[in-house]
């Protein structure tokens, strides 16, 4: 006999875990992989992909770029975010590093937190979590954002500077990346989203 809940879609945002040992490894759905010229999000009623819109400019995201499931960036993670007025009321977004190509979305994958972006779009927390797939043995010798090749990290810091840019100037740009934070600040920061979470859908679930 089926299990009648093998036989529906887990909702990404909602149904599936946070991971086997949050705030250290989470679960990362990726919405979108390095090769896409097209920003693809979450449909929070659904749980399907949406298009979104044209990647702003040439620059491609220099990752797999997601978010994990379960959490929500509220008021405790607007905290953690100077001059933030209010987190931006969505998933917990995450950057995961991958040695081989992985070129497909909508997958869910094990994820090592190393550090993140300090980000603030039109004056909310919006941050940036960066991560090394947990996997992948190459990246066993990251355990910080700073142990990471310097490139990769500039490129992921212009890549959110510019990404919503309007590359007609006819408005200004709302994203202020305020800097880089190491592996504890990150690990704080998926601590506060998974509390916001759990009290914006009042939920007090078991987080493996």
Excluded at 145 to 171: C, W
Excluded at 186 to 196: G, L, N, T
Aim: proline fraction near 7%; include cysteine; hydrophobic fraction near 40%.
């Amino acid at each position: 006999m089926i299990n009648r809940f093998d036989a529906y879609r887990a909702h990404p945002w909602h149904g599936l875990p946070i991971g086997t040992d949050p705030p250290n490894v989470v679960d990362a759905y990726i919405e979108i992989t390095p090769f896409d010229a097209v920003k693809y999000e979450i449909d929070k009623r659904t749980g399907y992909l949406r298009v979104d819109r044209p990647q702003g400019s040439s620059a491609l995201p220099p990752t797999l770029y997601g978010f994990i499931p379960q959490t929500y960036c509220g008021e405790r993670v607007a905290l953690l975010t100077p001059h933030a007025t209010e987190g931006d009321h969505d998933p917990l977004d995450i950057c995961v590093l991958s040695q081989q190509r992985i070129d497909r979305a909508e997958i869910v994958m094990p994820a090592r937190v190393v550090g993140g972006i300090q980000v603030l779009d039109g004056g909310e927390a919006d941050d940036k979590i960066v991560a090394v797939l947990a996997s992948d043995s190459v990246f066993d010798y990251a355990k910080e954002i700073a142990q990471l090749p310097v490139t990769v990290v500039n490129r992921l810091v212009h890549y959110f500077a510019t990404y919503k840019m309007d590359i007609s100037g006819n408005e200004p740009n709302a994203i202020e990346v305020l800097g880089t934070y190491g592996a504890a600040h990150a690990k704080e920061v998926v601590s506060a989203s998974i509390a916001d979470y759990r009290e914006a859908t009042g939920e007090r679930r078991n987080t493996r």
